[in-house]
């Protein structure tokens, strides 16, 4: 695990994502949320499977991660079936409140897992 990178999450709620874009195939990066489980960066596109960092990390699962000056590369895992999609649901809705996943997160229909080690 990447000690670095643990300590500056446990500091923030929001990350900075970086994917290879799909079309353009340069690196892109946005601000996201993130639940953190052990060693595991759970991520919830904003749009669904329609979102376009999302859509990304399906042509191409590196990501780096940044956060208070530390970086982090690993792979991206995309997560589909609707029970696992709804437990890290739940865990957004229990870190930011269920109100602002309901405000922010229109379709959550996919989620992402980034092992951090």
Same mark, same amino acid.
């Given at each position: 695990? $990447?000690?670095d990178? !643990?300590?500056?999450?446990? /500091?923030?709620?929001e990350i900075e994502l970086r994917t290879m874009g799909r079309i353009s195939k340069r690196e892109t990066s946005r601000p996201v949320w993130?639940?953190?489980?052990?060693?595991?960066l759970f991520l919830l596109p904003v749009h669904g499977a329609a979102t376009h960092w999302y859509r990304n990390v399906l $042509?191409?699962?590196? !990501?780096?991660?940044?956060? /208070?000056?530390?970086?982090?590369?690993?792979?991206a895992t995309p997560i589909t079936d609707p029970d696992r999609v709804s437990r890290v649901v739940e865990s957004f809705r229990a870190?930011?409140?269920?109100?602002q996943i309901a405000l922010h997160y229109e379709r959550p229909e996919v989620?992402?897992?980034a092992p951090l080690r």
């Open positions: 695990m $990447a000690t990178i !643990i300590t500056a999450l446990e /500091n923030t709620n993130f639940v953190r489980d052990g060693d595991t $042509a191409s699962p590196t !990501i780096r991660i940044r956060v /208070n000056g530390a970086e982090y590369g690993t792979e870190k930011y409140g269920a109100d989620a992402v897992a």
